[in-house]
């Protein structure tokens, strides 16, 4: 847990913030090629200015129920780490908010709910004014494993939807 700037938006109702460090940039919704073979939160790849990155739907991800993009839907292109390697990719979320000032003694310890829920990602809970916002861990969102497969194109198929970009 570390104060600090988070950048917050939401998914649904809930606000979530992401270590400000950890965003490239914030982009509106491009072009999404999907992935044969990927898991149904990873939307695919876009094509950012000569670089092909991943994208993941943040809503599917944390078990969510999709739904349609709309015009404040957007991707927050953040950089991972990832055995030791940066990972660069996308994270699709439904608006973004605003840059908060998250101080120590505002964020407390995510709740423990036991051996079946995996709250691994979540670094804090950020009490700002009356509302709670679940800061996260930008680095556990995804598994090693997740992480290591998406940063390395060892998907099947990526090569030809690189070349159709």
Known sequence: MSAGKYLTFKLGPEAYGIGILKVQEIIGMLAVTRMPRTPAYVRGVVNLRGKVIPVLDLRLKFGMEGRQ????TCIIVVQLQSAGSIVTMGIIVDEVS???DV??????????????VDVSFISGMGKVGQKV???LDADRILMRQELE???SGENAGAESAVSRL
């Open 69 to 72: 993009d709309t015009d404040r």
């Open 98 to 100: 605003e840059v908060l």
């Open 103 to 116: 101080t120590a003694e505002q964020i407390e310890p995510p709740p423990s709910f036991g051996m079946a």
């Open 133 to 135: 916002v679940l800061l």
């Open 149 to 151: 497969a998406i940063g």
